[in-house]
C-alpha cells in the first residue's frame, strides 16, 4: 500500500508496510500513481497526454527504472507482512509494563472538558489513596511484570499534588523496592500546577522522569475551559509556576499539555504563546466529547483543523530554521527506528500491559476506563478477574478494526484509543472516526516538516 500526498511544495510518498518515504519529482509523483495498473508504455502514454512535450521518452524510461529499483529493493509497493504475525500476537503472553496510580480522586479545578468529572470518576466519590494502596500497587506491578526490568508509574487524578506526601513516600518505597527485585521504576506524573511550588519541583526534578503540565494556552482559552472551584481563571497562578518549574528542569523531560475545542480551532496561536512563555516541549491534543456539548469538536470542522495542522508545522519549522530546540507530541516521528512490531499493532497497551488503580485499588484497562463498572478488572490484592475482558483487549490490533486495515497511518496510531472507540461506539474494536481523520493529517506533516528539515539542512 502506497500513500501519495503533496504538501507545503513536497511530492511525498509513504509506502505504509515497510514505513519508507520518498520526496520525489511531479513526474515520478504521477507514474508511482500509475505503476500498479499500467505498464510502461500505458504509463508513457498517461504522462504525454499530461504534460505534453515537457518530459522525453528517456525521462519517462529513467523515471521508470528508478521506481523500479525501489520496488525491488522492498521500499515500494511492499507486501503486509505484519498481516502474517498477527496470530502469533494474539496468542503471545503479556505482562503489566506500566500503572496508572490514581492518587486522587479530587481536584481544584472545574476544567468543563474533564472526562474524570472534576475527578469524581462517574460518581466514584472524592478520596485519596493511601500509601499502603500505593505501595501494594508497586507489589503489584513487580509480581506482574515477569522478566521486564523498566517499568512505568504514572502519578494522575484528579490532581495529584493534592496527595503529594503518598507521591513522595511511594517513591521512596518504589526505590527501594526496585532495587531488591531488580527492576527500574520510571515515575511520570500529570499536574495541572496550581499546588506547585519550590519543594514539589525539587522533587519532581530529582525523582520524576516526566512532567504534564496542563495550560490551554491563550489566557483567555485557557481560563474559559479551565476555571478554579470559584470560578476564577487559573492562567495568572500556573503559568509562572510552570515557567520557574521549566526553569528548573534542566535536561529532564516535560510537556506542557493543552486541550484544542471549538473555541480555539486557531490553537497554532496557542502554541505560538507557550513557545514564547519559554516552553519547548508542547502538546496540544484535540478535545473528545459529544456532540451535546457546545465546545465538542464535530465533523464540519475537519478541513479547518486540517489547515490548522499546515499552520502549526510551517510555524514549526521556522522555529527550528531559526535555532528554536522546539517540539510538538504529534510531530514526533520515527521514520527509521520506531516502536517494535506488537505495539505498531496494538499501541498503547491499554488492559493488558497498560492498567490504571483507583485510590481503593481498583483495576481498570487505562484512565479513561475508570468508573465504568463493565470495565472493572479486578483489584490489586486480589490480582484480575475479568481474565476474558484481558483477552478482548489482547485482541484490539488495527488488523481487528474494518477501519484500519486500509489506513495509512495504521502503524502510526495503532488503531487509536479503545476508550474513545467505546465512547463513541460502544466497542473497543471500532474506530473514534475524526481522531482518524486528524491523526491521518498529524501523520502527514510529520513527514512534511522532516522533508523540509533536510533540505534545510543540506542547505546549510
Same mark, same amino acid.
Given at each position: 500500500m502506497v500513500h501519495q500526498y503533496k504538501n507545503n511544495g513536497y511530492n511525498i510518498v509513504l509506502d505504509v508496510c515497510s514505513?519508507?518515504?520518498?520526496v520525489v519529482d511531479e513526474l515520478v509523483y504521477d507514474m508511482i500513481a500509475l505503476y500498479e495498473d499500467h505498464d510502461l508504455?500505458?504509463?508513457k502514454a498517461a504522462i504525454i497526454e499530461k504534460y505534453n512535450d515537457a518530459y522525453s521518452d528517456e525521462d519517462i524510461t529513467e523515471a521508470y527504472d528508478d521506481i523500479r529499483e525501489l520496488v525491488d529493493s522492498g521500499q515500494l509497493f511492499t507486501e503486509d507482512?505484519?498481516?502474517?504475525?498477527?496470530i502469533?500476537?494474539?496468542?503471545?503472553?503479556?505482562?503489566?509494563?506500566?500503572?496508572?496510580?490514581?492518587?486522587?480522586?479530587?481536584c481544584n479545578l472545574a476544567c468543563k472538558y474533564c472526562f474524570a468529572d472534576e475527578g469524581e470518576y462517574h460518581g466514584q466519590k472524592r478520596e485519596l489513596m493511601s500509601l499502603e494502596v500505593g505501595k501494594r500497587a508497586l507489589d503489584f506491578l513487580i509480581e506482574n511484570s515477569g522478566n521486564?526490568?523498566?517499568?512505568e508509574v504514572d502519578f494522575f487524578g484528579g490532581e495529584p499534588l493534592m496527595n503529594f506526601e503518598v507521591v513522595k513516600e511511594i517513591v521512596a518505597y518504589g526505590r527501594k523496592r526496585e532495587k531488591e527485585a531488580g527492576k527500574n521504576f520510571r515515575f511520570t506524573l500529570t499536574t495541572n500546577g496550581m499546588l506547585l511550588n519550590d519543594e514539589v519541583t525539587e522533587f519532581c526534578n530529582r525523582e520524576i522522569s516526566n512532567v504534564v503540565l496542563s495550560l490551554d494556552g491563550r489566557k483567555e482559552i485557557n481560563d474559559m475551559m479551565r476555571p478554579s472551584r470559584n470560578g476564577k481563571g487559573s492562567y495568572d497562578i500556573i503559568v509562572p509556576k510552570f515557567q520557574d518549574f521549566v526553569s528548573k528542569r534542566g535536561d529532564k523531560s516535560y510537556y506542557v499539555r493543552g486541550t484544542f475545542t471549538r473555541n480555539n480551532l486557531d490553537f497554532t496561536e496557542d502554541f505560538k504563546l #507557550?513557545? =514564547? &512563555?519559554?516552553?519547548?516541549?508542547?502538546?496540544?491534543?484535540p478535545v473528545v466529547t459529544p456532540d451535546s456539548n457546545a465546545y465538542a469538536i464535530r465533523e464540519e470542522d475537519i478541513d479547518r483543523i486540517c489547515e490548522e495542522y499546515d499552520k502549526l508545522a510551517l510555524d514549526i519549522i521556522e522555529r527550528?530554521?531559526?535555532?528554536?530546540?522546539?517540539?510538538?507530541?504529534?510531530? #514526533?516521528? =520515527? &521514520?527509521?527506528?520506531?516502536?517494535?512490531?506488537y505495539k505498531r499493532l496494538s499501541g498503547c497497551g491499554s488492559g493488558t500491559e497498560y492498567l490504571a488503580v483507583t485510590p481503593t485499588g481498583e483495576l481498570y484497562p487505562c484512565h479513561q476506563f475508570v468508573g465504568t463498572e463493565d470495565f472493572k478488572l479486578g483489584d490489586i490484592f486480589n490480582g484480575i478477574q475479568k481474565t476474558e475482558l484481558v483477552e478482548e483487549f489482547k485482541l484490539c490490533n488495527v488488523y481487528a478494526k474494518d477501519k484500519c486495515k486500509d489506513c495509512f497511518a495504521?502503524?502510526?496510531?495503532?488503531?487509536g484509543c479503545a476508550a474513545n472507540s467505546y465512547q463513541f461506539h460502544g466497542t473497543i474494536l471500532d474506530a473514534y472516526d475524526i481522531g482518524c481523520k486528524l491523526q491521518q493529517k498529524r501523520v502527514e506533516c510529520a513527514i512534511m516538516i522532516k522533508a523540509a528539515m533536510a533540505d534545510f539542512d543540506e542547505g546549510e
Open positions: 514505513g519508507s518515504v520518498h508504455e500505458a504509463m507482512v505484519y498481516k502474517d504475525v498477527i502469533d500476537f494474539k496468542k503471545r503472553k503479556t505482562v503489566v509494563k506500566a500503572l496508572c496510580l490514581h492518587v486522587a480522586h479530587d521486564r526490568v523498566n517499568l #507557550m513557545a =514564547d &512563555l519559554g516552553f519547548k516541549e508542547i502538546s496540544i491534543e527550528r530554521k531559526r535555532g528554536e530546540k522546539i517540539t510538538f507530541f504529534h510531530y #514526533m516521528l =520515527d &521514520l527509521n527506528g520506531g516502536p517494535c512490531v495504521r502503524f502510526y496510531c495503532s488503531g
